[in-house]
Structure formats: C-alpha cells, structure tokens
C-alpha cells in the first residue's frame, strides 16, 4: 500500500484498487482468446475482458504447463477495446505479473487455472501498482490473499468444467464463514483466525463489515444465465464468465456460432442485472442455443482439480 | 433519492446519500424511477450501463424525467452517459449535456491516481479519485466548468445536471452528496 506524492498526485493507493473492482460490480467479465471474441464480448455489456491463450477447457484438455499469455495477444485485445482488460499470471509468478503490469493490463488474476509457480508464495501483492484478483474456496483463503494485497476475490469454483458446483460450494462456504464471524463474540475471534489461518485484522475486518474487506466476486463453472444469477443470489457481486461463452454452441461453426455466443453472452450480462426476478430470467434465457457440453466435477480425478492449486 | 443500480459502484453512492440522512433508493426500471426525485448514476462500464439502458426503456425514461427538470448527477461513466458525445464512439448514451468526453482519458488501471480539487461550487479543495477516468474536452454555451484538475476539465454542470470524473462516493467526504441532495436548480440558475 505503498503512498507516493508528485507534483500532488498521490498514485498507487488502495482506494484506486479496490475502487476499479467496485466499478465492476453486477457485472460479467469474460474471457476471450482474440480480438473478435473481445468485441464482441465488449458489445454483449461485459465490464471486463480477460485476455488468455486458451480458455480453461482448453487447458485442460490439452495438458501439459499453462503459462501467461504471449503479451502482443494481451496488446491486441487491449487495443480492440475500451473496457478494462485482465490477464493472468501462475501463482507466485511475480516476474509474469511484472511483465502484465508494464503491458499496463488493468487487472492482474493470480490463477490457479495456470500451472503454479511456487507451491507455498503467493506473488507479494503490495508492491504493485496494478490490483490483483485471487481465487478462494473458503474465507481463511480469501483473507490470506488478502493480507498479500488482492483487491479482490473470486470463488475459484472448478475451471473449465461447466459445472456450476465447485462455485456454488465455495461461494456457499465463504459466505456462511462470514456470518459465523459476524455472531462470534470479540473474545472468540482469536479462535477464529487460529482456525481460518488468517491474519486477526483481517478477521476483525470481516466481522465489523459483515463481508469479505475486498468485493467477491464469482467464477468457475458459470455456464448459463441462470447459473450467473444464482451466483449472484449466494452473494456474488459480479460473475467471471469462463469457457462458458466461447465453448457454446459446440454444434454450430464460423459466424453461425459467433452470432449465437454473442447471444448467449448478452444473456448472460442481463440475467446478472436481473437475478432476482425469474420472469425476466424465463425470457432471457429463451433460446440461446446449446450450451458448453462440460464435465461432471465428480468425474474428474482428484489431480485434475484445479481448484486446489493455491496455498 | 435515486442511484441507477444497473450496474457499477451505486452500493458506495446508497451509503453515502444515507449516511447523508437522505433515503437511498436503487433504481432499475423505469417504475423504480417514478419514486425517486433526484437520481446518481454511478461509476461502472459505460458501453454496458448503456446497452442495458437501451435495452430495458431506461434511456427515454431518464430522459423525460431530466426534461422536466429532476437533478441527474453522473461521476465517472455517468458522466459519459450524460455526455452529447463520445469520443471515437457511438454507444449508446443519454445525451443530456452539451459535452464531449474521452473516455480513459489518462490511460489503463495503472494510471489511475487521487488529486486535491477544487471544486467551484464548495468552499475547500476535494481529494478526488480518479479510476480509468474521463475529462471532458469539448463543452457548450450551456455548461459551466466547475472543476479541472491541471488543464483537464472534469467537472462540469448544466440546467439540472452535473457530471464529475471523479469519485465522492470512494472517500467519506460527503460534501458533494449533501450539495446534490439540496440543489435546487431551478433558484441557482
């Protein structure tokens, strides 16, 4: 949280990171693997794009290490655009999140859907002027990724599937941690933080706020319209959108299926504004054609979960 | 008072209009919009605030209610939205004051900083936040510069509108807030 003062100017405060990532609430940012899917991506409402080589069902079918993406791709997209543009970088990769930050991305994701760079070290947060988005599964992570400086969190759900119940179960375990906190009593919360492995502060933080110190967002799985507005009604306040866009209409090619993803992805935006009113949500998830076709969760082997990585 | 929720930090400006001792109401649709008299448009993504606008009868709906004199403020992509024109765009927008902004005017994330204002219509300077934010860099007869910072302009009113780059609802300053909630346009000219 560093303070410099010029001419001022006070830049690189905490207030500028977590205040983008509030500018992106009840939204859907999406990720796209070129410029034509960041258009029309940008042109279905996303707030945010996220810039990447293959998408999470890419990566998993393909195997092998997943890096950072190559930075002229992250240029282009950048170019194409005028929403802000994520990209990720491995866990503990700090030297990938210094390359992100001088390609000026708006947005760093520390992802575990990367082959991890160190398996105890998160990257040192902090000493960075762009923010960070962390994944989490339960609130001693999140507020672990917290205290390394992420502006804000996301449920890491299981990447890539199309499966919604990784999120479902890591938003439903962040929130009901959050409530705990809130009705422990002062003198139980150094238990609390003993037991979530989190910094006490933080834990304080949490039970004066009554939610997570950073937005929380959603992400892993979200497939479908009705999925984003049930992440949103477990407490989500935005919804990452994965392969779940461009891995639809499997059954169709060329501009065909472009023109039904766009469809889809503008659904998808409209169902995160209007999660509370299933009408709305009937008519806005009327035919859009055929989903990703996504994998079971409880199929994959255990190392195979992504949502695991991250420490 | 309202503050359009469709989508950006409208959760900040609700705390702030309450913590001002005003009633805070979010504001989707057009019939949410019948109840309010006064309204905020929030910060957030101007092309998606925009479309969904367009798409949900929001655009004629604020629109006929700023003709009839309601108090619009819009910070940051509200203010885009308030805008005539849009730099190097045709996205949707309302079109209510005779401006044009650039969006992003300073640049990606990293570029995003926090500066002491002053503001024309308050007595003392304003830390204002500036993220990914606008300027505006072409105004008219009709508006009145409140607010630059450097040779930018950002801040800007007109009739019963009033359009801020920056952010009030980030710090826990309400003197923007409480200016907005009592301004009566139709007395200050």
Redesign the interface.
């Known amino acids: 949280m560093s303070i410099g003062s010029k001419n001022g100017v006070i830049a690189k405060t905490w207030r500028e990171k977590v205040g983008l990532a509030e500018m992106l609430k009840g939204g859907v940012i999406m990720d796209v693997v070129n410029v034509e899917q960041a258009r029309i991506a940008e042109d279905a409402g996303a707030v945010a794009v996220m810039a990447l080589e293959r998408v999470p069902a890419d990566i998993r079918r393909d195997g092998g290490v997943a890096r950072m993406s190559d930075p002229q791709m992250i240029s282009e997209i950048k170019a194409a655009v005028k929403i802000p543009v994520m990209a990720k970088c491995r866990i503990g990769h700090f030297v990938e999140a210094e390359i992100l930050e001088a390609l000026e991305v708006d947005f760093i994701d520390e992802s575990e859907v990367l082959t991890p760079a160190d398996e105890e070290n998160h990257v040192d947060k902090h000493a960075f002027t762009v923010p960070f988005v962390c994944g989490a599964r339960n609130l001693g992570e999140a507020l672990r990724r917290c205290a390394e400086g992420a502006a804000m969190i996301r449920t890491k759900g299981e990447a890539g599937t199309g499966d919604v119940v990784e999120a479902v179960r890591h938003m439903r375990t962040i929130m009901s941690q959050i409530r705990t906190v809130q009705n422990a009593r002062e003198d139980e919360l150094y238990v609390h933080a003993k037991e979530l492995q989190a910094p006490l502060e933080l834990v304080r933080e949490v039970k004066r706020l009554g939610k997570l110190p950073v937005p929380n967002f959603s992400a892993g799985g979200i497939a479908t319209p009705a999925d984003a507005a049930l992440m949103m009604k477990l407490g989500a306040e935005t919804c990452f959108v994965g392969s779940g866009i461009f891995k639809s209409s499997p059954n169709l090619d060329g501009s065909e299926r472009l023109k039904e993803q766009a469809r889809r992805a503008r659904a998808i935006v409209e169902s995160v504004l209007f999660h509370k009113d299933p009408a709305k949500l009937a008519e806005i998830s009327r035919g859009l054609g055929a989903p990703m076709v996504g994998i079971n969760v409880s199929s994959l082997p255990e190392g195979e979960l992504l949502a695991t990585r991250g420490w | 008072m309202g503050v359009l ?8 400006h609700l705390e702030a209009v309450r913590s001002c001792g005003a009633e805070g109401r979010e504001v ?1 649709t057009p019939q949410e919009l019948d109840r309010v008299d006064r309204l905020i448009i929030p ?3 101007s ?2 605030v925009g ?2 606008m367009m ?1 949900f009868g929001m655009m004629e709906a604020v629109r006929a209610r700023a003709g009839q004199g309601m108090p619009i403020w819009g910070t ?2 509200g203010m885009i939205l308030l805008a005539e024109s849009i730099e190097g ?1 045709d996205q949707p927008r309302l079109g209510l004051m005779e401006i044009t902004v650039r ?2 005017a300073f ?10 204002v002053e503001v024309s219509i308050l007595s003392e300077p304003l830390n204002a ?1 500036f ?2 934010a606008p300027i505006v860099v072409q105004w008219g007869p009709s508006v009145e510069v409140i607010c630059r910072w450097q040779d930018h302009v950002v801040g800007v009113r007109s009739g019963s509108v009033l359009g801020t780059s920056f ?1 009030p609802e ?2 826990d300053d309400r003197r923007m807030h409480e200016w907005f909630l009592a301004w009566d346009p139709s007395s200050s000219g």
């Open positions: 929720a469709i989508q950006g930090d409208f959760e900040r989707r910060g957030g993504e092309s998606t479309m969904l798409r940051c992509m765009s969006r992003n640049g990606a994330q990293v570029h995003s900083f926090e500066s002491a936040v993220i990914r952010h980030l710090t």
